[in-house]
């Protein structure tokens, strides 16, 4: 099982520093502090920031614990068909739902499954990818 380091001074030869959080050198010699995905930008954005503030106001709780009759607050707003697979233009234009920690995590998990599920007061509604344009088409009220 993997462990804490546990020196917290940077493992370059005759360095004094302190050692970043995510490797055993200090930021002059190649320490990571934090990592970012090259595709995390849209979620820096102002425009999601106000998305998801949108979305957390019209909707506190999660959805899938609701769905079962529990009460916990969301702190996730989940993208319902993951956008990274079918592209940039999923990221706004997507059904989005509101979810605590562990059932984002459990979701996500379910996606590399290829199931979607969306949860919703009548109980679990699983999708595919390939329903991704008939839902958003019905979002949208289109005939």
């Not at 949108?54 to 079962?68: A, D, I, N, W, Y």
């Not at 697979?85 to 059932?103: D, I, K, M, P, Y």
């Not at 979607?116 to 595919?128: A, E, L």
């Amino acid at each position: 099982m993997p462990t804490v380091p546990a020196t917290t001074k940077c493992a370059y030869l005759g360095c004094k520093a302190h050692r970043s959080k995510l490797n055993s050198y200090c930021n002059e010699h190649g320490g990571i502090d934090y990592t970012e995905r090259a595709d995390d930008g849209p979620y820096h954005s102002k425009a999601w920031q106000t998305m998801r503030a949108s979305q957390l106001s019209k909707q506190p709780l999660c959805q899938s614990c609701f769905s079962r009759g529990l009460i916990h607050n969301a702190n996730h707003v989940d993208h319902l068909f993951p956008w990274r697979r079918l592209g940039s233009q999923a990221f706004r234009h997507n059904v989005f739902q509101s979810l605590c920690t562990e059932c984002h995590s459990h979701k996500t998990a379910l996606e590399r499954k290829g199931e979607i599920h969306h949860y919703t007061p009548d109980g679990t509604v699983v999708y595919t990818l390939s329903d991704y344009g008939y839902v958003m088409h019905n979002a949208q009220g289109i005939d």
